[in-house]
């Protein structure tokens, strides 16, 4: 089983539409968690972090549920410009010094 | 530096060639790490450098794959006897702290082994 596990998608919705996806962990012993962004072609860049107790930045909520071992992203009035691949991050505890990328959700806004 | 730079952006060998990929971190970060990004696949974890020492090489796939970081600064990975199947995005990131959110990408080294 793979440490960090994601829907591949396309996840294909209308602009303005509300768009949910998850990623499930293995290690009920990871602490940090991380979504990134990744355009095509380009380097993945970091969106926000996901605190325990939820956060929310602007259109974009992230959600932790530790008991289920998942992390959640909601993009609220999604844009053309939200079109991208959204990866999910896991710090994990085997190694330290490796953070764990899922293989990624792509997303795909259109008019 | 502003951001990490990673060099070249592209890079095209012939099988059974050497290659040396470049990565100049942001100033003053401590961590530095490589991935690799093959086609429409996730990033896959090679190297990671506190300072010049590497306490994590598990993700090399291959004795083909080495990697050095000198003056706490910039770090070359090399790829001996290439194979097609090294064909992918080489990506480089540095953060201040081991672990830390921080976490900055360079745009990337695209190798395409022929």
């Known amino acids: 089983r793979k440490e960090v596990e994601q829907d591949p998608g396309p996840f294909n919705v209308p602009e303005g539409a509300t768009v949910a996806f998850n990623c499930t962990y293995s290690?009920?012993?990871?602490?940090?968690f991380f979504w990134y962004r990744q355009d095509c072609r380009k380097e993945p860049k970091l969106l926000m972090s996901v605190y325990s107790s939820g956060n929310e930045d602007g259109r974009f909520t992230a959600q932790l549920n530790r008991a289920s071992q998942y992390i959640s992203l909601l993009i609220r009035d999604s844009k053309l410009s939200d079109s991208a691949t959204y990866l999910c991050?896991?710090?994990?505890?085997?190694?330290?010094?490796?953070?764990?990328f899922g293989s990624g959700t792509r997303l795909s806004i259109r008019p | 530096g502003a951001g990490v730079s990673q060099s070249p952006s592209n890079k095209v060998t012939e099988k059974g060639k050497d290659v040396e990929l470049r990565c100049d971190p942001i100033?003053?970060?401590?961590?530095l790490y490589w991935y690799r990004q093959s086609l429409g696949q996730g990033l896959e974890f090679l190297i990671y450098?506190?300072?010049?020492?590497?306490?994590?090489k598990s993700g090399l796939p291959s004795d083909r794959f080495s990697a050095e970081r000198t003056g706490g600064s910039v770090s070359t990975l090399t790829i001996q006897r290439t194979q097609q199947e090294d064909s992918a995005v080489y990506l480089c990131?540095?953060?201040?702290?081991?672990?830390?959110?921080?976490?900055?990408f360079g745009s990337g080294t695209r190798l395409t082994v022929v």
């Open positions: 100033s003053g970060h401590t961590a």
């Open positions: 290690n009920s012993a990871s602490q940090s």
């Open positions: 450098f506190q300072g010049n020492s590497a306490p994590d």
């Open positions: 991050v896991v710090n994990s505890v085997s190694s330290a010094s490796k953070i764990i």
């Open positions: 990131a540095s953060s201040l702290v081991q672990g830390a959110v921080g976490y900055t």
